[in-house]
C-alpha cells in the first residue's frame, strides 16, 4: 500500500510559468513533510520541508502548501527555471522514527 | 552545511566477489544513516536503517546477510554486497540524519555494475 503518492510521473512546464507538484498521503500520523530534487545518477538534494502544525512554508521561488483535511501537499516553483528540471519527491516521516516514506517521483520538464 | 560522501562513486565488479561502499557525514555527526537503493524510474527504497553501535535495522525483503551494514562511528556508515550477482546491480545511496527534524541528507550515490 503507497502512502505516499505523486500520481503524476511527469510534467511539462514553460520558462517562467509557475510549476505545480502535488503529493497525497494516506497515513494521519505524518508530521512532517519534505520536497526533494533529484538529478539522474545523483543523490536528492532536499528542498523544502513543512512541518503538520503549518500549512504553508516559502523558501526564495519554493513555497509548499500542506491541507492536512485532504491528506495533500504541493509543492510550487516560480518563476519555473531550466534548472529546475529533475525528479522531484515527496516524502513523509511520522514521530516515531527518521524514516521517509517515499513518493515514486514526478519529472518536471521546463520548456525554454 | 550537512554534506554526506560517499566512495565509490562508481564501482563494477565480477559475480561472486564482494564490494563495500562508504558513507560520510563530512561535517556533522549523524546519529542515523540510511542506506537506500534506486531502481530505474522507481522511487528510492529503504533498505536499512542503522544506528551507531548497533545492529542495523533491514527493511522487509532485504536480506541482511547479502547487504551487510555496519555504523562503526558517528560519521561512517558501509554497505557490503556479498557474493553479487547482476541483479545487484544498481544505484545505492546513502543519507544520514542528525536531529529528530525529519530530515536527511544524502550522499551522491554509488553506481554498482555487476557483470
Known amino acids: 500500500d503507497q502512502q505516499v503518492k505523486q500520481n503524476s510521473p511527469s510534467l511539462s512546464v514553460q520558462e517562467g510559468r509557475i510549476s505545480i507538484l502535488n503529493c497525497d498521503y494516506t497515513n494521519s500520523m505524518f508530521d512532517y513533510f519534505l520536497w526533494y530534487k533529484k538529478y539522474p545518477a545523483e543523490g536528492p538534494t532536499f528542498l523544502i520541508s513543512i512541518s503538520s502544525i503549518k500549512d504553508k512554508n516559502e523558501d526564495g521561488r519554493f513555497t509548499v502548501f500542506l491541507n492536512k483535511s485532504a491528506k495533500h501537499l504541493s509543492l510550487h516553483i516560480v518563476p519555473s527555471q531550466p534548472g529546475d528540471s529533475a525528479v522531484y519527491f515527496c516524502?513523509?516521516?511520522?514521530?516515531?522514527?527518521?524514516?521517509?516514506?517515499w513518493g515514486a517521483g514526478t519529472k518536471l520538464i521546463i520548456k525554454p | 552545511g550537512a554534506v554526506v560522501s560517499q566512495h565509490p562513486s562508481w564501482v563494477i565488479c565480477k559475480s561472486g566477489t564482494s564490494v563495500k561502499i562508504e558513507c560520510r557525514s563530512l561535517d556533522f555527526q549523524a546519529t542515523t544513516m540510511f542506506w537506500y537503493r534506486q531502481f530505474p524510474k522507481q522511487s528510492l527504497m529503504l533498505m536499512a536503517t542503522?544506528?551507531?553501535?548497533?545492529?542495523?535495522?533491514?527493511e522487509q525483503g532485504v536480506e541482511k546477510d547479502k547487504f551487510l551494514i555496519n555504523h562503526a562511528s558517528l560519521t561512517l556508515s558501509t554497505l557490503t554486497v556479498t557474493s553479487a550477482h547482476p541483479e545487484d546491480s544498481s544505484f545505492y545511496i546513502c543519507?544520514?540524519?542528525?536531529?529528530?527534524?525529519?530530515?536527511?541528507?544524502f550522499g551522491p550515490g554509488t553506481r554498482l555494475t555487476v557483470t
Open positions: 516524502a513523509a516521516s511520522g514521530r516515531s522514527n527518521y524514516q521517509l516514506i
Open positions: 542503522s544506528n551507531e553501535g548497533s545492529k542495523a535495522t533491514y
Open positions: 543519507s544520514a540524519s542528525f536531529s529528530a527534524g525529519g530530515e536527511q541528507y
